[in-house]
T-cell receptor, first 114, second 113 residues
Framework: AQTVTQSQPEMSVQEAETVTLSCTYD???????LFWYKQPPSRQMILVIR??????QNATENRFSVNFQKAAKSFSLKISDSQLGDAAMYFC???????????FGTGTLLAVQP | KAGVTQTPRYLIKTRGQQVTLSCSPISGHRSVSWYQQTPGQGLQFLFEYFSETQRNKGNFPGRFSGRQFSNSRSEMNVSTLELGDSALYLCASSPGTAAYEQYFGPGTRLTVT
């Protein structure tokens, strides 16, 4: 069975600084996707970034980028130039290639200090 | 396009009652998945429907059921409510059958007293 592990329950970063959130996963599948979702206090789950396992190039979305290490089964999220609005719970998630089922990690609560 | 909508947003029920939650996906999306989020268990997959058929089911008791209509709207039902069913229930809408693209609704907060 697939598992997703986030080992950092809480993180803190100064505004305008860079922070990296860690995620590891385990799977025997070859076709899959990895995601980072953001859940602010409003509880709306927002997709931050996604990575297709077959792509070697790391995904980037503006200030958000990932470091995808397939062999190590590691998928970290880097947030550059952190903003107050980035404060939220961040979930790493795994999705198989042939199903819409997502497996989520336990989340990392990110605080942004002004 | 309008986003995923869920109704009601908040609900208070008593133990032993049943409840029905509704999810309207993004127009054109044929897949709806449901998740339960609790402080203790985190985010757990309940089930997925695609074109009115249940494609995938999580590890929940039979008290949790769902269905999907021809317009892709989905409902989930929980019978004989227990205190432990208090949670945020999220639905996610997707155009296809792979996890590549999913959009979440705002959730329904269910409180069981």
């Amino acid at each position: 069975a697939q598992t997703v592990t986030q080992s950092q329950p809480e993180m803190s970063v100064q505004e305008a600084e860079t922070v990296t959130l860690s995620c590891t996963y385990d799977t025997s599948e070859s076709d899959y996707y990895l995601f980072w979702y953001k859940q602010p206090p409003s509880r709306q789950m927002i997709l931050v970034i996604r990575q297709e396992a077959y792509k070697q190039q790391n995904a980037t979305e503006n200030r958000f980028s990932v470091n995808f290490q397939k062999a190590a089964k590691s998928f970290s999220l880097k947030i550059s130039d952190s903003q107050l609005g980035d404060a939220a719970m961040y979930f790493c998630a795994y999705g198989g290639g042939a199903t819409n089922k997502l497996i989520f990690g336990t989340g990392t609560l990110l605080a942004v200090q002004p | 396009k309008a986003g995923v909508t869920q109704t009601p947003r908040y609900l208070i029920k008593t133990r032993g009652q049943q409840v029905t939650l509704s999810c309207s996906p993004i127009s054109g999306h044929r897949s709806v998945s449901w998740y339960q989020q609790t402080p203790g268990q985190g985010l757990q997959f309940l089930f997925e429907y695609f074109s009115e058929t249940q494609r995938n089911k999580g590890n929940f008791p039979g008290r949790f059921s769902g269905r999907q209509f021809s317009n892709s709207r989905s409902e989930m039902n929980v019978s004989t409510l227990e205190l432990g069913d208090s949670a945020l229930y999220l639905c996610a809408s997707s155009p296809g059958t792979a996890a590549y693209e999913q959009y979440f609704g705002p959730g329904t907060r269910l409180t069981v007293t």
